[in-house]
C-alpha cells in the first residue's frame, strides 16, 4: 500500500509539475498533507459535481416552456373530436339544406362551418371532425322554399360520453 501510494504522488507532483522550486528542506509531513488535501479537493470537487448535476435536473423539472412540460407516453396530443351527426327521418317534410357550424358565428361560410349539406324526409348520417371539445355547434335546417321558417338545434361536448352523438329528431 505505501508503494502505490508513493507512485501516486509521485505522478500527482509530476503531473501538476511540483517538486522544485522554493527551499530545499520540506518536512516530510508535507507530501502526506498535500495527498490529504488533493482527496479533500477532488471528493469538494465530485460533490460540487453532484450538486450541479442535482440544480440542472431540478432547473428542467421547474423550467419553462416544453421543458417543464411532463406527459404520460401515451397521450397522443390530439384534440380532433369525432361526432356523429343523426337527422332522424321525417324531420323534414322536403328537399332542405343543413348548415352545421360554430354556434357563436354569425355568418354561415366555409371558416365557421363543418358541414353543408342538402337533406330530405330520408334523413342523415354523418360523421364530423370538431377542432376542440370546447366547440358549441348550431345546425340549421334551411328549406328551398323561403315561405318556411329554418330550424335551429344545438349541441355542446359531453364528457361523460365515452363518444359524441348529436341526434337530430
Same mark, same amino acid.
Given at each position: 500500500?505505501?508503494?502505490?501510494?508513493?507512485?501516486?504522488?509521485?505522478?500527482?507532483?509530476?503531473?501538476?509539475?511540483?517538486?522544485?522550486?522554493?527551499?530545499?528542506?520540506?518536512?516530510?509531513?508535507?507530501?502526506?498533507?498535500?495527498?490529504?488535501?488533493?482527496?479533500?479537493?477532488?471528493?469538494?470537487?465530485?460533490?460540487?459535481?453532484?450538486?450541479? &448535476?442535482?440544480?440542472? $435536473? !431540478?432547473?428542467?423539472?421547474?423550467?419553462?416552456?416544453? %421543458?417543464?412540460? =411532463?406527459?404520460?407516453?401515451? @397521450? #397522443?396530443?390530439?384534440?380532433?373530436?369525432?361526432?356523429?351527426?343523426?337527422?332522424?327521418?321525417?324531420?323534414?317534410?322536403?328537399?332542405?339544406?343543413?348548415?352545421?357550424?360554430?354556434?357563436?358565428?354569425?355568418?354561415?361560410?366555409?371558416?365557421?362551418?363543418?358541414?353543408?349539406?342538402?337533406?330530405?324526409?330520408?334523413?342523415?348520417?354523418?360523421?364530423?371532425?370538431?377542432?376542440?371539445?370546447? &366547440?358549441?355547434?348550431? $345546425? !340549421?335546417?334551411?328549406?328551398?322554399?323561403?315561405?318556411? %321558417?329554418?330550424? =335551429?338545434?344545438?349541441?355542446? @361536448? #359531453?364528457?361523460?360520453?365515452?363518444?359524441?352523438?348529436?341526434?337530430?329528431?
Amino acid at each position: 500500500m505505501k508503494k502505490f501510494t508513493v507512485t501516486l504522488i509521485t505522478l500527482l507532483l509530476t503531473a501538476c509539475g511540483g517538486g522544485s522550486g522554493g527551499s530545499d528542506e520540506q518536512p516530510t509531513n508535507s507530501t502526506s498533507q498535500n495527498v490529504q488535501a488533493q482527496s479533500t479537493s477532488a471528493s469538494d470537487t465530485q460533490v460540487q459535481t453532484d450538486t450541479t &448535476q442535482e440544480q440542472t $435536473a !431540478e432547473e428542467a423539472t421547474n423550467g419553462e416552456g416544453m %421543458e417543464a412540460v =411532463v406527459v404520460d407516453e401515451s @397521450f #397522443d396530443f390530439s384534440t380532433d373530436v369525432p361526432v356523429s351527426v343523426s337527422v332522424g327521418p321525417d324531420v323534414v317534410s322536403s328537399r332542405a339544406f343543413i348548415n352545421i357550424c360554430q354556434q357563436d358565428a354569425t355568418l354561415t361560410n366555409d371558416e365557421t362551418c363543418f358541414l353543408r349539406a342538402p337533406i330530405d324526409s330520408s334523413g342523415l348520417t354523418v360523421e364530423i371532425l370538431l377542432p376542440h371539445s370546447k &366547440q358549441k355547434l348550431k $345546425a !340549421e335546417i334551411w328549406y328551398y322554399s323561403t315561405s318556411i %321558417e329554418p330550424l =335551429v338545434f344545438t349541441w355542446k @361536448f #359531453d364528457g361523460s360520453l365515452e363518444t359524441q352523438q348529436w341526434k337530430i329528431n
